[in-house]
């Protein structure tokens, strides 16, 4: 079920983050960073099925430009709200409030999608 996945992943992308953000060596970074391609590609694919499957064939191409649109603007926000607070907060607390993020969206995900009734989801 997409919306399963997209929950658990988004909790294990924040947990696995938040695990190399402080255990912040060579070999543990390296493990992690290719232990963390399954939950992100669970995500980042899951959520695109669980629109396309959601939407009526006459809206999906709004849908999708909305989507993909409005994704963009949040990663050059991201972009910039890091680049302009990293030096005063550091890099460690940006990315635990990172991973923070990823696993509200977890949660969010799972007490919402997980739940719902959408065609896509049986």
């Known amino acids: ?17 938040l695990a190399m953000v402080w255990l912040s060596t060579i070999p543990a970074t390296l493990l992690i960073t290719l232990v963390v391609g399954l939950p992100v590609i669970g995500f ?42 990293a030096d005063t907060l550091g890099i460690r607390p940006l990315l635990t409030l990172a991973a923070g993020l990823y696993a509200l969206a977890g949660v969010i995900a799972l007490q919402f999608l997980a739940r719902s009734n959408l065609h896509a989801l049986s």
Do not use: E, K
Request: net charge positive.
């Open 1 to 17: 079920r997409p919306g399963r996945l997209i929950g658990v992943s988004a909790l294990l992308m924040g947990a696995l983050t």
């Open 44 to 85: 980042f694919v899951s959520v695109p099925t669980l629109l396309q499957g959601g939407t009526p064939d006459a809206y999906r191409g709004r849908i999708f430009g909305s989507y993909y649109a409005i994704n963009a603007l949040m990663v050059l926000l991201g972009m910039l709200v890091a680049s302009g607070t």
